[in-house]
């Protein structure tokens, strides 16, 4: 018999992808690419730095190598490769909070669930959890954290894009609804000097917020306010940012919250989504499996260009541009009904 095609070892690989991936949310528990950093280091050594099983630890490191996340040297030594590198954690783009966010064991049982939704519709995290997977992390403060932490990577890897796809420099004042700990706006503050910003998330999310504001020297341009976007959200900005917020919710929810956008906002102000589009068929990847993630985690979902539209239009605003930034954000340009042709 002929060896089998390429089809069949890509769908083989797929299909055997948790392993892989659970392999590097070990390794980031371990805080392995920290240990690495002053050099390569013996597994013995590494064994008795996390407490783990010296044989076990090797074989755990060497299959990790085999992909490119460490390098093997001789000896049963490891190093950092240059993808490793991004599981430390003081790496400005670091992934280890990804790593450690994605493989909790309370992501995996909404993910074990993933069945449940696609029968019912509903989502499998409430489903696996008790409740969604914002009070969860509310109730558990350290996966809080995480969560924020890769939000703000995430955020920083696609800056440079977003601020290229739109002028945030004509704005006078740039409210980040569902801000998170306050990444995107600094990076929209730290390009435009004369912007000033107001941060918006729920009090236990934007309590983390001085950190990374001070880091980017915007502190003195930014108050922070929180609150709870499903009640009302703060007037007197001139942009309402909304990255990655709306896509976390169904329509009925994410309708409440650009209505009290709506409601907040004067008629020259708009509304800035950073958010995936969902392309055609057969490609974009990025956008539908993002996609994926919503039915199964937050709850919510990615759309197209044309349900954005009908979205906002039920908020009383129209769609106006939406410009590709990366792979899975554009930024979508919003202008109150009201105010077409002015
Ligand atoms: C996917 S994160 C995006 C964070 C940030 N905009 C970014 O792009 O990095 C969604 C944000 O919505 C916030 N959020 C969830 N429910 C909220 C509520 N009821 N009121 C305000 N913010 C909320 C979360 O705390 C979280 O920071």
Not at 134 to 160: C, V
Not at 164 to 176: C, E, T
Not at 270 to 297: C, I, Q, T, Y
């Amino acid at each position: 018999m002929d060896a089998p095609p390429q089809e069949f070892q890509e769908l083989l690989a797929v299909v055997r992808g948790y392993q892989r991936s659970r392999a590097v949310t070990v390794a980031a528990e371990l805080g392995i690419a920290d240990l690495l950093r002053d050099g390569p280091r013996d597994v013995d050594e590494l064994a008795v730095a996390t407490g783990t099983h010296a044989p076990a630890l090797y074989r755990l490191l060497r299959a990790l190598a085999s992909i490119g996340v460490f390098t093997e040297c001789a000896q049963r030594r490891f190093d950092l490769s240059p993808m490793g590198r991004y599981l430390c954690r003081d790496h400005p783009l670091s992934l280890d909070p990804a790593a450690r966010m994605f493989g909790a064991d309370y992501e995996w049982r909404a993910w074990a669930e993933l069945a449940h939704s696609v029968r019912t519709g509903g989502n499998a995290a409430v489903h696996a959890l008790g409740c969604d997977v914002w009070e969860y992390r509310r109730r558990h403060p350290g996966h809080g954290e995480l969560f924020d932490a890769t939000m703000r990577t995430s955020s920083h890897a696609d800056g440079a894009a977003v601020l290229a796809a739109h002028d945030f420099g004509r704005y006078g004042v740039v409210a980040d609804i569902g801000g998170g700990t306050g990444a995107v706006l600094a990076d929209v503050l730290a390009a435009h000097p004369s912007v000033r910003g107001i941060l918006f998330d729920r009090p236990h999310v934007v309590a983390g917020a001085d950190p990374v504001l001070h880091a980017a020297a915007v502190a003195d341009r930014v108050s922070v306010v929180p609150g709870d976007f499903f009640a009302e959200v703060p007037s007197g900005a001139d942009a309402y940012l909304l990255a990655r917020v709306l896509h976390d919710w169904a329509d009925e929810h994410a309708l409440r919250i650009l209505r009290n956008v709506r409601r907040a906002m004067a008629p020259e102000a708009r509304v800035l989504l950073v958010e995936a589009v969902v392309g055609p068929p057969n490609e974009d990847p990025a956008a539908k499996f993002l996609d994926l993630m919503m039915l199964v985690s937050a709850g919510g979902r990615e759309r197209t260009e044309d349900e954005w539209r009908a979205l906002l239009a039920g908020a009383d605003l129209d769609l106006t541009a939406a410009t590709r930034a990366t792979a899975a954000k554009h930024v979508i340009e919003a202008a109150p009904t009201a105010s077409r042709g002015v």
